[in-house]
């Protein structure tokens, strides 16, 4: 079980877990707080309700955790397939009542939808710059005539008040490494796209980019639809 399966499955199981960390790059560590992951709808932000609001149609779930976006999605009724690579969380997802799971790689793939939703920063994922434009590339594949991409991003520039913006890099590119009960997970790469390298990409893959709603926190809501 991976790292951040298990802190999840303590969670789940019993209602009490250690301390989650998430090692950084750029920084000291953090703390996650699972109960996060399984917040309902009184508990979530705006821009995530905004997001769940406009979904519509057939609706894909990208890395959908523990499925609580999902499972608000059914409760209106409303056509969601959730997706996730973590096994655990896949099976928590089946065990708290989400009707259609997988456990899969968006990367491979292969069904149509009308709405793309990657809330929580799911688009980090991407990992680089041009793992960003990639997946851009990729989500057309999976979108329906008419249908729409919504997702969330944060502008980090803020880390860098007080030193230098990396030289070799995108300052939003970021590594992270979960660590539970002393155990540590394998680095992964994770990005955070600021307004204006959103707009410029999507633009150059063939997107319509719509900036939704800003927190006025660095974090905003955007819509892609094809050109």
């Not at 729409?148 to 008040?161: A, G, K, N, P, R």
């Not at 939003?172 to 204006?196: A, C, L, N, P, R």
Request: include cysteine; charged fraction near 30%.
């Amino acid at each position: 079980m991976d790292v951040f399966g298990k802190a999840l499955n303590d969670i789940y199981k019993t209602g009490e877990a250690d301390i989650l960390w998430l090692n950084n790059s750029y920084g000291e560590p953090e703390e996650m707080p699972l109960e996060f992951f399984f917040r309902d709808d009184e508990d979530m932000p705006v821009l995530e309700l905004q997001a769940l609001k406009m979904c519509n149609g057939k609706v894909l779930d990208i890395g959908a955790g523990v499925g609580s976006h999902a499972l608000l999605l059914q409760a209106f009724n409303i056509d969601v397939t959730a997706i996730d690579i973590s096994e655990v969380a896949v099976e928590i997802m089946k065990d708290r009542g989400v009707k259609k799971v997988l456990m899969q790689d968006v990367f491979t793939y292969q069904e149509k939808f009308d709405t793309i939703l990657m809330l929580m920063n799911g688009i980090g994922l991407a990992g680089t710059l041009a793992g960003f434009k990639n997946s851009l590339i990729k989500l057309k594949d999976l979108l329906n005539p008419g249908g729409q991409v919504l997702f969330d991003s944060s502008d980090i520039s803020y880390l860098y008040d007080d030193i230098p913006n990396p030289k070799d890099k995108y300052y939003g590119e970021v590594s992270y490494q979960y660590e539970y009960k002393g155990e540590k997970g394998d680095w992964f790469d994770w990005i955070y796209v600021d307004e204006e390298t959103i707009k410029s990409i999507a633009k150059e893959t063939g997107w319509d980019c719509e900036m939704i709603f800003d927190d006025g926190e660095d974090q905003y809501l955007v819509k892609l639809t094809l050109a």
